[in-house]
Nanobody, 122 residues
């Protein structure tokens, strides 16, 4: 069983910064992909940033130049550094990953965290 847990959200003023972290728990053999999504009230969930070892990083246009995704797959972790935050960044941020695990059986699957709230005040 694999669980993804996000932390680091909170309330910040516009122009401020937050660093989100995601930790994958379980009998993990490898992490193939991890990314961050967000969902604001009344809106669809959208990709914010993603990272793979072979393909590098991708970012939503709306966060390009402000957010940076990084990984420590050796620690089963991924991070999202968010700078120059804007009120429109307010959303629940979700960690997403494609994870290989061995228990209860060998498998490769996509998992979602439960989300962490980011609120940016004007």
């Amino acid at each position: 069983q694999v669980q993804l847990v996000e932390f680091g959200g909170g309330l910040v003023q516009a122009g401020g910064s937050l660093r989100l972290s995601c930790v994958a728990y379980g009998d993990i053999t490898s992490i193939n992909y991890m990314g961050w999504y967000r969902q604001a009230p009344g809106k669809q969930r959208e990709l914010v940033a993603s990272i793979t070892s072979t393909l590098g990083t991708t970012y939503a246009e709306s966060v390009q130049g402000r957010f940076t995704i990084s990984e420590r797959y050796d620690k089963n972790m991924v991070f999202l550094q968010m700078n120059s935050l804007k009120p429109e960044d307010t959303a629940v941020y979700y960690c997403n990953g494609e994870v290989s695990s061995s228990l209860p059986e060998k498998r490769v699957a996509v998992y979602w965290g439960r989300g962490t709230q980011v609120t940016v005040s004007s």
